[in-house]
T-cell receptor, first 113, second 113 residues
């Protein structure tokens, strides 16, 4: 089955700096790669996603890049703010469909004011 | 528009007991997925229901089961509880089986003593 590895497990940045989180996946059939943000006591919330036929997608301060050949994808957050502090999860889905996501282990991002 | 509602939010059970968790999806959403979240294993897919039919199932033992009603509300059941079943159980709804993003609820936190 699919395996998703996520690095780093913790990331501390100064407000205004950029943050980058990287994930690799194992199943070449995977074709959908969402990123979720989970705040304390809440469920994960989709922040951006990308499909396998696209190499990059951007939404304001957030961008995701996908390298299908290398089977890795990354989340980039620019101009970080304290409210960006949360746990971020990458995920991948393949032939079982977009509901059966395989998640990475999560990155705890701390933005220092 | 109300979000995904999960009940109960917290519960404590003892080994050998069974538990039923409930999920009310966002109005109009017909797909409900269940995930288990633990510190050790992270987020793991349990199953997905669409139009009262199980469409996908993760790698969990048969003690974990679910169902979906005609109004799209879903329940999951865990029988013969084990200590390792202690987790946050997250329900997510989406418009269709393979369309639309996943919206997660805040979860039901189960503690097995």
């Amino acid at each position: 089955g699919e395996n998703v590895e996520q690095h780093p497990s913790t990331l501390s940045v100064q407000e205004g700096d950029s943050a980058v989180i990287k994930c690799t996946y194992s199943d070449s059939a995977s074709n959908y790669f969402p990123w979720y943000k989970q705040e304390l006591g809440k469920g994960p919330q989709l922040i951006i996603d990308i499909r396998s036929n696209v190499g990059e997608k951007k939404d304001q301060r957030i961008a995701v890049t996908l390298n299908k050949t290398a089977k890795h994808f990354s989340l980039h957050i620019t101009e970080t703010q304290p409210e960006d502090s949360a746990v971020y999860f990458c995920a991948a889905s393949g032939e079982r469909g977009r509901r059966a996501l395989t998640f990475g282990s999560g990155t705890r991002l701390q933005v220092q004011p | 528009k109300a979000g995904v509602t999960q009940t109960p939010r917290y519960l404590i059970k003892t080994r050998g007991q069974q538990v039923t968790l409930s999920c009310s999806p966002i109005s109009g959403h017909r797909s409900v997925s269940w995930y288990q979240q633990t510190p050790g294993q992270g987020l793991q897919f349990l199953f997905e229901y669409f139009s009262e039919t199980q469409r996908n199932k993760g790698n969990f033992p048969g003690r974990f089961s679910g169902r979906q009603f005609s109004n799209s509300r879903s329940e999951m059941n865990v029988s013969t509880l084990e200590l390792g079943d202690s987790a946050l159980y997250l329900c997510a709804s989406s418009l269709g089986h393979d369309t639309g993003e996943l919206f997660f609820g805040e979860g039901s936190r189960l503690t097995v003593l």
